[in-house]
């Protein structure tokens, strides 16, 4: 017992030890910039006070830099995670594990999981070792309501600050929450949002309201994205869901998102010309509700053809969110371009949750940075080092620890914090 | 103590000439191999699973069976060849944990087949009677190389029901995917499942209830066998199952997670004498892997999922790999019809976990956590699970290396005949998705 508790003690010291972020340089590694620069088959990658200050085939250290040799490996962006239950749901069950979505019928569109993400949850070192620094973590469905409530965008880092959260990035909106219908439930939609418009405008004085008995908390929580300072994202699949929402948004300055559009090749030049992003998961293809029974393997490659902007997800529980480069990876087995789908789950997420600052390898860019024994993509390759604000993060799991206890053969990799083996 | 209990029920049954296994009666397997082509596939990278990879080989089909695998191959005149050159060759897949045509696609209410849960035993369900040949996910699944799948029925209750082996071709009848002569699988499930179930006003409520579940049914199944043996019975379907499993003719497939709850399981085995197959799931096999391998248990299991609930949390993705490490008979299955159109994937997910071990597992060990391992806990080793000379020609063609992310199984052959082939998509395409807007738009 005293051996795990000083081996706790050994972690936290060694945590608190990268702290501070310093000047790097990360030599001769093949760089995926995820930016208009493309891949380098090989350059360096300069970090100043964790911002990449410079990204070229070959960069001289001068003055206080720390110097590390990549060779042979490969260099991305921090992948981001575009809807995951990171931190807000520990296990699903009872005993207080999980508060992905609200059970307060005043409080839906204003649900807000940036109070309540824990940053202790042992899933995140397992997202981290996923190489992913950033997340959207979205609530799940309320029982009352389509609208979900608030999504954050987190930092993955292992010494989390309350900068490690920014709230406020989106908010979900669920077309299955509730059986009312759809006959039913666009109507309604589109008197709602003429109602949070008219808060929008006018504050407390709006009103009367037509949809609704509304609760402030929600109006307010609506009105960034009746401004079009925040997007709403929309969880829907079915084409004519998609044609029906495009329609309804069309009149309005929401900056929408879908969520799933599993049917979304039927309709792609559609929303192509709606220009609305979509989130969607590469592994839906199968029939499995009369929503999306024709799920299709070509989705993603027949709606970025047609101009939609593509960002992938699928692995939204908290357990599998390092899991995004594998559906990446399934994107580009069906014939999406490899450096779409690179982008898929770094520039294209950043810019449309308007994460400043990340999803590239680019000057300015904070140096959010995954580093990789081979391809990202290939379940074969795994992470060697990850950099948050040029920070090595601590790669180490409560998997691992559980690992070294029974596994004889299990070699202690990832022991110490930052680069694998250092 | 065991070895009496087994002799014993040996003798008993040949007294009896009960018969609790037989897979042709009297719901008859009637799996025939579709129309098949004799065909060389050369120029590629062959996986046997059973022997060393070799490059640039051959394997001849003929009459649905591997004729000939190997470098140096003569072809014989007359067979159409295929060109594989730059591409791999694996055995067909198989699938020892699938719920398809059980619980289907779409999911309505109404094809939720896969659970008899209405009482804590129902070891006299058959899967086979829900399975819906019609499931698509048929199709996507045998698009991702799977020739054989095991379908077990679902784990909310103590004993779920008996399992099936199909071939995994398109057919109307279940008979006609069913595979005859084989051995007929038990499914249990230990853990939260049937205490979740429970909650619903019925035993078992706690650990300790499923436990009394499992021995209160085993007495019954011990007494029922007694009274075979001296005279006519009427029969039990519930204790027929039940009754197998203590004779050994019908293995076990226990859903389990958690290393304590296998053990109690393992003591079960020996209380009444018989053997326990193979733990599925089992995300904490890892905790005793050793007592695992000295009692000959085979573990069906995940890459790497874990934490979905509470007794998952301790799932490690280096699991798989300290299975083999320890000798213990490994295999990785689905559970999930997403999962199982890319097992080759979660075998290269466990595979690259090993990297973090100083013992390596070579790509050999791998591709049999997917292809010959299963073919063996399903005891049809003698017929597929390899690219072996004899057996049926369970065949993929893949355009990478399988334990790539990019692979994609552009033909896959079941018993010879091609039912898979990317430049002919939509070919085998189910009743229920014919003439869906997803078919309608086919390039064929």
């Known amino acids: 017992m005293t051996k795990y508790i000083s081996a706790l003690v050994l972690i936290y010291g060694l945590l608190l030890q990268t702290a501070q972020a310093e000047s790097l340089l990360l030599k001769n590694a093949r760089i995926i910039t995820a930016s208009d620069a493309g891949t380098l088959s090989k350059g360096d990658v300069l970090i100043t006070d964790g911002i990449v200050s410079r990204v070229d085939t070959s960069i001289k250290a001068s003055g206080e830099v720390r110097v590390i040799d990549y060779s042979g490996q490969v260099i991305s962006p921090g992948f981001i995670n575009p809807e995951s239950a990171l931190g807000i749901r520990e296990i699903n069950g009872g005993a207080n594990a999980s508060e992905s979505a609200s059970n307060d019928k005043q409080i839906t569109a204003a649900y807000n999981v940036a109070d309540i993400i824990n940053p202790y949850s042992v899933a995140i070192p397992v997202a981290r070792r996923g190489g992913v620094t950033g997340a959207i973590i979205a609530p799940s469905s309320s029982r009352d309501s389509h609208y979900a409530g608030q999504a954050a965008w987190f930092t993955t880092e292992d010494s989390a600050s309350p900068e490690s959260v920014v709230p406020a990035k989106a908010i979900f909106w669920d077309l299955k929450a509730v059986s009312s219908g759809r006959g039913a439930t666009f109507p309604r939609l589109r008197a709602e949002l003429q109602d949070a418009i008219a808060y929008a405008n006018n504050g407390d004085s ?35 869901d998609i044609t029906a929402l495009i329609k309804i948004l069309a009149d309005t300055n929401i900056k929408a998102i879908l969520v799933g559009a599993a049917e979304g090749w039927m309709v792609a030049s559609q ?51 390092g899991k995004i480069r594998y559906f990446a990876g399934i994107a580009v087995g069906n014939g999406l371009p490899y450096d779409e789908a690179i982008k898929a789950i770094s520039a294209i997420p950043a810019e449309v949750f308007g994460l400043a600052r990340i999803g590239q390898i680019k000057q300015g860019m904070r140096a959010d940075i995954a580093v990789w024994d081979g391809d990202p993509l290939e379940p074969l390759s795994q992470l060697t080092a990850l950099y948050i604000q040029g920070k090595p993060q601590s790669l180490l799991t409560r998997q691992d620890l559980l690992e070294q206890r029974y596994i004889n053969e299990a070699v202690n990799v990832y022991r110490k914090t930052g680069t694998k083996g250092e | 103590m065991y070895l009496k209990t087994m002799l014993t029920l040996a003798v008993s049954l040949c007294l009896t000439g009960a018969s609790f296994a037989n897979s042709d009666a ?308 689905s559970d999930s019809s997403i999962l199982a159109q890319r097992l080759n994937v979660e075998a290269a997910k466990a595979m690259s976990q090993a990297k973090r071990g100083n013992k390596p597992i070579s790509r050999q060990q791998v591709l049999q956590w997917i292809t010959l391992n299963p073919a063996k806990t399903l005891g049809i080793d003698d017929r597929t699970g390899s690219l072996t000379t004899g057996k049926s020609a369970d065949v993929v063609i893949w355009s990478h290396d399988p334990f790539s992310i990019f692979a994609k199984a552009e033909k896959v052959f079941i018993d010879g005949a091609v039912v898979v082939d990317l430049n002919a998509p939509h070919s085998f395409t189910s009743d229920f998705l014919t003439g869906q807007a997803i078919s309608e738009t086919s390039h064929d």
């Open chain 1, 271 to 321: 929303i192509a010309e709606s220009g609305i992003p979509v989130v969607a998961d590469p592994t839906d293809n199968l029939p499995s509700n009369f929503d999306m029974i024709n799920a299709a393997n070509q989705n993603i490659l027949s709606m970025h053809e047609a101009g939609v902007k593509v960002i992938i997800g699928g692995p939204t529980s908290a357990h599998d969110a």
């Open chain 1, 206 to 240: 709006a009103g009367p309201f037509k949809a609704k008995n509304w609760s402030r908390y929600d109006l307010k929580a609506l009105a960034p994205v009746m401004r079009g300072e925040i997007p709403m994202a929309f969880r829907v699949n079915r084409a004519t």
């Open chain 2, 26 to 333: 009297p719901y008859t397997a009637s799996y025939q191999p579709l129309v098949s082509e004799d065909v060389a596939i050369v120029g590629a990278t062959v996986m046997p699973a059973d022997k060393h990879e070799i490059a640039n080989g051959t394997v001849i089909i003929r009459d649905g069976k591997i004729a000939a695998v190997g470098a140096d191959i003569a072809i014989p005149k007359g067979i159409t060849v295929i060109n594989a050159e730059g591409k791999w060759v694996t055995p067909g897949i198989i699938d020892i944990h699938s719920h398809l045509g059980a619980f289907s696609s779409p999911s309505m209410p109404s094809m939720r087949n896969g659970n008899e849960k209405t009482e804590k035993n129902t070891a006299e369900v058959w899967v086979e009677h829900s399975v819906w040949p019609q499931d698509p996910g048929f199709e996507r699944v045998r698009e991702g190389g799977v020739t054989t799948l095991n379908i077990l029925p679902g784990s909310a209750n103590l004993f779920n029901g008996r399992s099936v082996v199909l071939k995994n071709i398109p057919a109307v009848r279940v008979q006609d995917m069913k595979l005859p002569e084989t051995r007929y699988g038990a499914k249990l499930a230990c853990g939260e499942n049937p205490i979740n179930y429970a909650a619903k006003g019925k035993d078992p409520f706690t650990r300790m209830g499923n436990m009394k579940g499992f021995r209160n049914a085993f007495i019954d199944a011990q007494a029922y066998l007694d009274k075979k043996q001296k005279g006519k019975v009427k029969t039990d379907l519930e204790l027929e199952t039940i009754a197998g499993i203590l004779t050994g003719e019908i293995t076990t497939h226990i859903h389990c997670y958690r290393a304590d709850e296998m053990a109690m399981m393992i003591a079960l085995s020996h209380e009444f004498g018989f053997k326990i197959g193979t733990f599925h799931h089992a995300t904490e096999a890892y905790k005793i892997a050793d007592l695992l391998q000295q009692e000959g248990i085979g573990i069906a299991t995940w890459s790497d999922r874990w934490g979905f609930k509470m007794e998952a949390y301790d799932g490690a993705p280096l699991n798989v790999a300290a299975l083999e490490w320890a000798g213990v008979h490994t295999l990785i299955h």
